[in-house]
């Protein structure tokens, strides 16, 4: 069973990494610009240990209690870093802070002092990214900041002893992510002329992947494209 799910990750893996180097080609980038993070939500621990395994070097989990408690049973496996990339409420900024060390999805000023808090009783050092709401209009169901609100909360994140790593974005439900995608990377230069250390783009998922390499992504985050459909939990 295990060998079997094993080359089944690694074979939907290098059909992903494959589309990745055709992205960047087209897009005449640099492949090592681009990295992955395999997202393993809702998937067993068994997964994450074969992912490291076959040489994933960094996993995205959406839910604070699920990530803590995968990653409780057997601690962190060696040389994955962890990325959380759900929506996140204030009350569980501090436990997220003790196990990742990439928090995509800091969209208001409130987070800031709870994840430098955790962080900080756990002796790591902590990379936010601010993530952008892109549906037209604002307010999207996806959380994120609205643009006009990022110099502030870049300034809140870049006085803090977190460290401000760049931007996330979900492409708006339904809708063309490559004028989306566009506007993410304007939004990502203009939050560089002000923090320059900022250059992290994390944008594109297995639907949109090509799209968000298109417009500058530096970080994509695919889950069913290499674990397969997830679970349905509910
Ligand atoms: C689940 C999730 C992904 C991965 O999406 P897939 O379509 O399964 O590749 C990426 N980003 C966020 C924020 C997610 O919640």
Redesign the pocket.
Known sequence: MSAERRAELEANLTAVQERIDAACAAADRPREEVELIV?T?FFPRSDLDLLADIGVRDI?E?REQEASAKLADGGTPPGVRTHF??QLQSKKAGAVARWADVVHSVDRTKLVGGLARGAERSGRELTVLLQVDLEEGGHGQRGGASPQDLPALADAVAGSPLRLGGIMA?APLGADPDPAFARLERISHELREAHPEATWISAG???DLESAVRHGATHL?????ILGT?PDRR
């Open positions: 997202v939500k995205g959406n990339i759900g979900v998922m297995s639907a985050r695919v889950g069913t494209a997830r």
